[in-house]
């Protein structure tokens, strides 16, 4: 095995050295590479030339489909983001609106929030966290931020948490009497930047924070200095039970790091790249319990997305069909939460992908007749329907 020292590890970690791991098999355009200690899964999208059909039970142990409740004060635009409990589902809808809070039947409950400028109201939201065993919602403020809204589920105004640094954009975590926050990293000159990832107490005092490794900090100006810090995005999901962070930025080159926050080492730990060959491009890279995926923007992938398994390190585009459902295509998959995989599709969109299904002739007696009795149900003017599984 050899050390190499790679500038471009500038962009993964600062003076970090890598080991790279004699371990890509067959078909695979990634490997694993050692970064201080860690093992870090490269994938060179560049290389990635298949595209593949994955079946939904390959990833998650069953599926439940839920109509959300469509009534006049349940409507909503379309989903941004999306909480699962035990027995709640939480939609925040784009535009201006408030939670929408659905049971796990789908029945609509109640509004959380409304929007405004008084106590406990909010005009602009960039995240979202239900944790319904502390009977609670906790919402993130879009730009200049400078608490944690929080309400019960019974759509009482709690005390705000009050943030020890202002944030942009940022996704954060209440668990017990500790926040884990994790910050959009903009760079502004004479000023202290804001830690990258920090955790505090409830009542805003600083607990530990963590500023390494600096090369992931964003000029939030142009270069006729003008502001254009919203472009970039900061996402977060706690899917393999670990404070992931990985940040947006666009038409960028080099290698595109999703990391951990590991609290007990107060340090981001590399755990996946997306690389380009040095191609200017556009990515978004998430973490399920058993892969990493990435969409691509711009001309050339126009939106492709491509799934790494962690274990196998096999990496393709890749296309998601339900086959708990007749082997529709599911093309909106959220933003998923704690273990959970989550797609949506219009009404309209169902009632064409089962037709198609219905059309294709490959689907078992009993199987079409299951997916003619869902589609009767179902009206083109109704809420979006959610699929939610327990991933594998």
Not at 174 to 190: C, E, Q, R, Y
Not at 207 to 234: D, M, V, W, Y
Not at 238 to 266: E, I, M, P, Q, S
Not at 315 to 320: A, L
Request: proline share 4%; net charge positive.
């Amino acid at each position: 095995m050899k050390t190499f020292c790679l500038s471009a590890i500038l962009l993964i970690a600062t003076s970090m050295t890598l080991i790279y791991a004699q371990n890509k098999p067959d078909g695979s355009h990634a490997t694993v590479k050692m970064v201080d200690g860690n093992k870090m899964i490269d994938c060179n999208i560049s290389q990635v030339k298949e595209t593949i059909d994955m079946k939904l039970s390959d990833l998650v142990e069953s599926c439940e489909m839920i109509q959300l409740e469509t009534t006049p004060e349940s409507l909503f635009k379309s989903i941004y983001h999306i909480g699962i409990s035990d027995n709640y589902i939480a939609i925040h809808s784009r535009g201006q609106m408030p939670i929408k809070l659905f049971d796990r039947k789908g029945k609509f409950v109640r509004d959380i929030g409304s929007i405004g400028k008084g106590p406990g109201e909010f005009n602009s939201l960039y995240g979202m966290q239900l944790d319904e065993p502390a009977n609670r919602i906790y919402l993130h403020p879009f730009a200049r931020a400078t608490k944690i809204l929080a309400y019960s589920l019974e759509n009482e105004i709690l005390p705000a948490i009050p943030l020890l640094y202002q944030q942009t954009k940022f996704q954060a975590y209440v668990k017990g009497d500790k926040v884990t926050v994790l910050s959009m990293p903009f760079k502004i000159p004479n000023t202290e930047a804001i830690p990258l990832a920090y955790q505090q107490t409830l009542d805003g005092k600083l607990i530990k924070k963590c500023t390494e490794p600096k090369h992931l900090l964003i000029n939030p100006r142009n270069a006729k200095g003008q502001f254009n810090g919203f472009n970039s995005e900061i996402s977060s999901a706690f899917n393999a039970n670990a404070f992931d962070t990985y940040t947006l930025t666009w038409d960028k080159k080099g290698y595109d790091t999703l990391y951990h926050y590991n609290v007990n080492k107060n340090k981001l730990i590399p755990k996946y790249v997306a690389s380009f060959d040095g191609k200017k491009h556009g990515s978004w890279s998430r973490e399920w319990k058993s892969h990493y995926w990435t969409i691509l923007f711009g001309d050339e992938y126009k939106g492709k997305k491509v799934i790494v398994n962690k274990k196998t390190l096999k990496s393709d585009f890749f296309n998601i069909k339900n086959d708990y459902y007749g082997g529709i295509n599911l093309g909106k998959i959220y933003l998923s939460n704690n273990g959970m995989f989550i797609a949506g599709i219009t009404s309209m969109d169902l009632i064409n992908e089962f037709d198609k299904v219905l059309d294709s002739g490959e689907l078992s007696a009993k199987e079409a007749q299951k997916i003619k009795t869902i589609k009767a149900q179902l009206d083109e003017n109704n809420n979006e329907v959610i699929f939610i599984g327990k991933m594998k």
